[in-house]
């Protein structure tokens, strides 16, 4: 077990009642409560502070399912538990890094024809 060192600090009154109460309910020590708590929030660094907004929809119960054993399998797999949440935030994250990417790529050169003039979409004027 790592070394442990006291932290004390002084913080307002119903901040405290809040977090007894909270420890309280997790069943843990307060030091435990605390642990878990601050090390969670340095977990998550830069995220911590963001704003959260929520997404939600119904999908059909069979790709629901799907998705269940897709995540039990992962964790057979990893030996770590991916969550619902954070799975389908990789999907969108993966999916809208695609669509940037291609947004992003040159959009293609004019292509020269087999008589070695550039073709033009559209209607050419003939001469």
Same mark, same amino acid.
């Given at each position: 077990?790592?070394? $442990? ?7 307002? %009154? ?10 309280? !309910? ?8 605390? $642990? +878990? %708590?601050? *090390?969670?929030y340095?977990? !998550?660094?830069?995220?911590?502070? @963001?704003? *959260?907004? $929520?997404?939600?929809?119904?999908i059909? @119960?069979?790709?629901?399912? !799907? ?10 797999? $990893? ?17 809208? @890094? ?8 040159? +959009?293609?050169?004019? +292509? ?5 003039? @550039?073709? %033009? ?5 003939? %001469?």
């Amino acid at each position: 077990m790592e070394p $442990t060192k006291n932290l004390c600090a002084q913080i307002p %009154v119903s901040l405290h009642a809040k977090v007894r109460e909270e420890q309280e !309910r997790s069943g843990q020590p307060l030091s435990a409560y605390i $642990t +878990q %708590v601050l *090390t969670s929030y340095y977990e !998550r660094g830069e995220k911590s502070m @963001e704003y *959260t907004k $929520t997404l939600a929809f119904q999908i059909p @119960e069979e790709l629901f399912y !799907r998705i269940k054993d897709h995540l039990a399998r992962e964790k057979e797999r $990893t030996g770590k538990k991916l969550s619902q949440r954070d799975f389908v935030l990789g999907l969108i994250e993966r999916a809208l @890094e695609e669509a940037e990417a291609q947004e992003a790529a040159p +959009q293609d050169e004019p +292509q020269e024809g087999a008589d070695g003039q @550039e073709e %033009v979409d559209g209607d050419a004027d003939l %001469v």
